[in-house]
């Protein structure tokens, strides 16, 4: 990874909190020197002690990561690998399985968010195969190493997007599927000891996100300006802080928590949309 910019990590204290405990995280990978929520999970769920699988399709942005998660000191594995497919998914929790001895922790990430000017069925298509088919291809393939141990944690990474309009229909029927699937796995699979949650990241300043707001097509700012003036704390959150709603899931102090959703971000679904609109559109003092 000789020109890639190293990942940026912020100071966090590792410790051994997961220690013992295998992770697989899904578009694990990044590039550049900000990473997307995938790359924040498996670093951060490294330095915490879990054994990770970095699983993405493009090797290049896999490695990335790996560097990133060498530089806290962690362990990983990198397993490339196109989740659509249930060979594929299968293959790879084969490998964590035969590298690490199991499963413990499987955090479904990878997404796309395009924009869905038009409708279009082969977008759709593209959209449900990914950001809802493979979670459940990746949740199967997980489930006999979790029923072995009578144990596990699955996190799916949803959106505000399953639970407002705004975000594209494709995309919401996706993300709003893995709410009510996460519910559904989360009863089905509880008595084996298996917990399903989801957590579901707004205004996030991650690539995906800042995309989406056209920062990366010459966007000025002023859309991430209203970004963080949607949110009850008037600031955009970033991938570490949805890193730590899903570390939080994976470890056992949440072991009482399964079929829910955590929102991470800053109040934004939890407020009148007519009380923000004036600090939105506004100056942030209140008058239009
Ligand atoms: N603000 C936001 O951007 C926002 C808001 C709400 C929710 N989310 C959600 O947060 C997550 C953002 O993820 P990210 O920041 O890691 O995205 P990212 O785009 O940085 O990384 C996604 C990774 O998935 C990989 N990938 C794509 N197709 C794949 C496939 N078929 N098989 C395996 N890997 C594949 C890509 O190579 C890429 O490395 C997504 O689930 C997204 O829906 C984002």
Redesign the pocket.
Same mark, same amino acid.
Do not use: E, Q, Y
């Given at each position: 990874m000789a020109d890639a910019q190293r990942l940026d990590i912020p100071e966090f204290t590792s410790d051994t909190r997961l220690a013992g405990r295998t992770a697989i995280v &899904? !578009?694990a !990978? *990044?590039a550049g020197e900000m990473g997307?929520?995938? *790359?924040d999970i498996a670093v951060l769920l490294a330095a915490k002690g879990a054994n990770v699988m970095i699983?993405?399709? $493009?090797e290049a942005?896999a490695w990335h990561t790996a560097e990133a998660v060498e530089r806290v000191g962690g362990t990983c594995l990198v397993a490339i690998? $196109?989740? &659509?497919e249930q060979e594929e998914c299968e293959d790879a929790v084969d490998k964590c399985v035969r590298e690490f001895g199991g499963v413990d922790i499987l955090v479904n990430? +990878?997404?796309?968010?395009p924009g869905e000017q038009e409708n279009l069925r082969s977008m759709w298509d593209k959209i449900i195969a990914?950001n809802l088919t +493979?979670v459940k291809l990746m949740s199967d393939a997980v489930l006999p190493s979790m029923f072995e141990k009578g144990a596990g944690s699955i996190i799916h990474?949803t *959106?505000? +997007?399953g639970l407002r309009a705004g975000g594209g229909i494709g995309y919401s029927a996706s993300?709003g599927g893995l709410i009510a699937m996460a519910k559904a796995q989360a009863y089905e699979y509880g008595p084996r000891g298996v917990r399903v949650n989801t957590v579901a990241? !707004?205004?996030?300043a991650?690539?995906?996100?800042l995309g989406?707001a056209g920062w990366n097509g010459g966007g000025t700012g002023e859309m991430r300006r209203r970004r963080a003036k949607a949110t009850m704390l008037g600031t955009e959150g970033t !991938?570490w802080d949805v890193a730590f709603a899903v570390l939080y899931l994976a470890s056992d102090e949440a072991s009482y928590v399964t079929g829910h959703t955590i929102p991470v971000d800053g109040g934004t679904t939890e407020v009148f949309p007519i009380v923000m609109a004036e600090t939105i559109v506004g100056d942030g003092s209140g008058s239009l």
């Open positions: &899904t !578009g !990978g *990044s997307g929520t995938g *790359s699983l993405d399709v $493009d942005r690998a $196109d989740i &659509t990430n +990878a997404a796309i968010a990914l +493979a990474i *959106s505000v +997007a993300k990241p !707004g205004h996030v991650i690539p995906m996100g989406f !991938g």
